[in-house]
Nanobody
Framework: QVQLVESGGGSVQAGGSLRLSCAAS????????MGWFRQAPGKEREGVAA???????RYADSVKGRFTISQDNAKATLYLQMNSLKPEETAMYYC????????????????????WGQGTQVTVSS
């Protein structure tokens, strides 16, 4: 079955950087599209970044220029490089997989993704 396991979260000061990883298994990685989402306490889950089979990317406006999504098909691993982190970006970060690649707006919509990891916590202190 599809399994997604996130890692790389932790605590960092404002302005710092973290690199999240998501190891995928149980399916042909390159055939799915992938996304990163986050959920802060008391808030709805929101899309952060997405990448398709051709490495086309899409970002939430709030992270453009600071976050970079990438993937290594050979390692079946998704990444999220996060720079210049802000305290308000403290959240649980999740990776997700979609066998039918969402396009446009739907690339950052959680309902477009069928499989989810358990999440990795990111805490940014001021």
């Amino acid at each position: 079955q599809v399994q997604l396991v996130e890692s790389g979260g932790g605590s960092v000061q404002a302005g710092g950087s973290l690199r999240l990883s998501c190891a995928a298994s149980g399916y042909t990685y390159s055939s799915y599209c992938m996304g990163w989402f986050r959920q802060a306490p008391g808030k709805e889950r929101e899309g952060v970044a997405a990448i398709d089979n051709d490495d086309n990317t899409r970002y939430a406006d709030s992270v453009k220029g600071r976050f970079t999504i990438s993937q290594d098909n050979a390692k079946a691993t998704l990444y999220l490089q996060m720079n210049s982190l802000k305290p308000e970006e403290t959240a649980m970060y999740y990776c997700a997989a979609a066998p039918i690649c969402p396009v446009g707006y739907w690339a950052l919509a959680q309902r477009a993704y069928n499989y989810w990891g358990q999440g990795t916590q990111v805490t940014v202190s001021s």
